[in-house]
């Protein structure tokens, strides 16, 4: 059964709550708006002031650069060295192509004398010196800049001589296309660079001039001449009625400011008005839709109810009734579920008796195989063990036992077999067969044999009865308290360790190992065979160390070391040998404790396993008592 889309029920309940939120969101967005509003105000402005000092420094630059050039001219000048003065007169020329020509002006109280006119100013020398006249009083600065008729400009240099108490001057002509660039950054945008006088030394215009009334022409000029830096107006109306925004940065150095008029200061409460038209048009659209909603919610709400009916009966056990299914909506696919739902229950009752009895076939293996397990705890006198076995599932692959050979002499046995349940069971079951076997030939005939030879026949009837598909890692230990030897064979299994009493022990061969606090002997003298139950020739061999009163041997599954934490890393062996390292009791019981506690805390999951952990620990503790036992 597949949904219809046109028909969906999501879609009539995604239109109301669409409509219920809209509505929401009309009621008290409109502070928000104007909090938006206020951010991109003063962002806009915070742009604005950066791109004024940006241009203002340009400029400040290129004044700069010219008045360096004037100093440097005016000492040529007085050097009266010809061709200096024309080399300077083309690298000015170079750097400013709208340069056209330099006067070298001596001013004493109100009267000017010209004293050389160099290249061609193309500007009345009268002109330049009533500037010069009318700028003089009350100046503190050293540079004047002026422009004429829209076409030139000048920049006037002032040098101080105490020897005769007169001025000099350095005047550069330049044509006013100098600065023409900064007046069409932006079609948005006019520029002006005002002198003190308020005057556009570009256009030659009053500032004053441009706007429509005097209140905001004063305005403008008040925070100008405010000494601020730089500054920002907002909504100011020039004399052609276009609203702008003003931003302006002083160059008090030269008596310059440079302020640029942006026509954007409209656009922040157009946004405004235009969300406020759209949210009135959408609360009218809300108060039509809410009626319509009304009529889908009973439409929905009916069906829901038949459903609800048809559930009722399915759950008093009439797992024969169904749902009429009469729209092809989530409720109809609603009733589709319920009727196959009340199917699949008559299914799983009659399948609970197949399950019911496999778990009996489970819990009859498990039973079986916890006889193969023997006490947690032995006390020979010569040996003691303390052990720890927790299956994965209920039926786990891991399996140790222990078996007296003799007077003094005990096997121990510890193995892993591949997967669990029922074929886990089944190997553990003939690994134990199969080690009783061994011990029961060797008490009955009383001739030793090693513990090879018991791997050997182990992997062989493994081999035989599984075919290779099953296999298990299997170790064997010989303990002879009369030799003071133990004899060991192993089939892939991990390596067990050895306990010493201390680090002085001469079968610790690792530099290393003698320095822990607890030192530990990895038992690797035979490397070891491939796992049981591969191949059926596979040959296994014998190894043999001296035990001493006092050792502890630890025997344990790869369950342990391959518990992982809450960051997905691995214990290890490392993290297996320095676990062991805080243990502050030689107590084998303590030892298992600890092993087990700590292991369950670094596993992420706690004692739940993702493997079967098996842990045993055998103590040698003496040799005495063995020939009258």
């Known amino acids: 059964m597949s949904l219809n889309p046109n028909n969906s029920f999501s879609a009539k309940i995604f239109i109301f709550s669409t409509f219920l939120v809209l509505l929401s969101i009309v009621a008290i967005g409109y502070d928000y708006i104007k909090d938006v509003q206020n951010l991109l105000r003063d962002e806009y402005m915070s742009r604005s002031l950066d791109s004024a000092e940006k241009y203002g420094l340009e400029i400040s630059g290129m004044i700069q650069g010219i008045e360096s050039q004037l100093i440097s001219f005016s000492q040529l000048a007085a050097s009266k060295n010809q061709s200096e003065i024309k080399s300077r007169l083309k690298a000015i020329d170079k750097s400013y192509p709208s340069f056209k020509g330099i006067y070298t002006i001596e001013q004493k109280g109100k009267a000017f004398k010209r004293l050389e006119t160099f290249e061609e100013p193309k500007v009345s020398y009268n002109k330049i010196t009533k500037f010069l006249h009318s700028s003089t009083s009350g100046a503190s600065y050293d540079l004047r800049i002026h422009s004429f008729n829209n076409k030139n400009m000048i920049l006037a240099r002032r040098f101080a001589v105490e020897k005769n108490k007169s001025n000099y001057w350095v005047v550069a002509v330049f044509g006013v296309n100098l600065i023409e660039r900064l007046y069409s950054l932006d079609n948005d945008q006019t ?41 920002f107006i907002s909504n100011v109306i020039e004399k052609n009625k276009k609203k702008v925004n003003v931003t302006f940065f002083q160059l008090p150095q030269y008596d310059l400011s440079i302020v640029f008029h942006k026509r954007t200061a409209n656009l922040i409460d157009s946004i405004m008005e235009t969300l406020i038209k759209v949210g009135l048009k959408i609360s009218l659209v809300f108060l039509i ?22 559930t009722v009966k399915i759950a008093s056990g009439d797992f024969e009734h169904q749902i009429p299914i009469r729209s092809h909506d989530e409720i109809g696919l609603l009733a589709y579920s319920v009727n196959r739902m009340s199917g699949m229950i008559r299914d799983l009752l009659l399948s609970q008796k197949e399950k019911f009895l496999l778990e009996k076939e489970l819990e009859t293996a498990q039973m079986v195989q916890n006889t193969f397990f023997q006490n947690t705890t032995v006390d020979t006198g010569q040996f003691r063990i303390s052990s720890y ?38 190997i553990t079951a003939i690994a134990y067969t199969t080690a009783n076997t061994f011990a029961d030939e060797i008490t009955r005939s009383k001739v030793m044999k090693p513990p090879s030879l018991l791997l050997s026949q182990l992997n062989k009837v493994l081999n035989a009865t599984l075919d290779g598909k099953l296999c298990m890692t299997f170790y064997a230990m010989i303990f002879d308290a009369n030799k003071q030897t133990v004899t060991f064979s192993n089939g892939g299994h991990v390596f067990p360790l050895l306990l ?14 003698k320095k822990m606090k607890i030192p530990i ?109």
């Open 191 to 231: 520029t002006h660079i005002l002198d003190k006088n308020q005057v556009d030394i570009y256009s030659g215009e009053l500032y004053k001039a441009m706007f429509s009334r005097k209140g905001y022409a004063n305005k403008v000029i008040r925070s100008i001449k405010s000494d601020s830096g730089a500054g």
């Open 500 to 513: 010493p009493v201390d680090g002085s022990d001469e079968r610790l061969t690792s530099p290393r190992s």
């Open 389 to 426: 076995y927790v299956p994965a599932s209920q039926c786990g692959g891991d399996w140790w036992g222990h078996f007296d050979l003799g007077p003094g002499i005990k096997l121990i046995v510890i193995g892993d077999a591949t997967g669990h349940g029922v074929p886990a069971a089944l």
């Open 289 to 310: 839709s809410i009626m319509a909603a009304y009529l889908l919610t009973r439409s929905i709400t009916s069906k829901l109810e038949q459903v609800f009916d048809a």
């Open 521 to 629: 002997k990895i038992i690797s003298e035979n490397k070891g065979s491939s796992i049981l139950g591969i191949e059926d020739k596979t040959v296994f061999d014998d190894a043999e160390i001296q035990i001493k009163p006092g050792d502890r041997f630890i025997l344990y599954t790869d369950g342990i070391t391959e518990a992982v934490n809450n960051k997905g890393k691995m214990m290890g062996n490392r993290g297996f040998i320095k676990m062991l390292q805080n243990i502050n009791s030689k107590n084998i019981q303590v030892i298992t404790d600890h092993v087990i506690e700590k292991t369950v805390d670094f596993n992420h999951s706690g004692d739940v396993f993702e493997d079967d952990v098996t842990l045993v620990v055998v103590e040698f503790s003496s040799a005495q008592g063995v020939n009258a036992a």
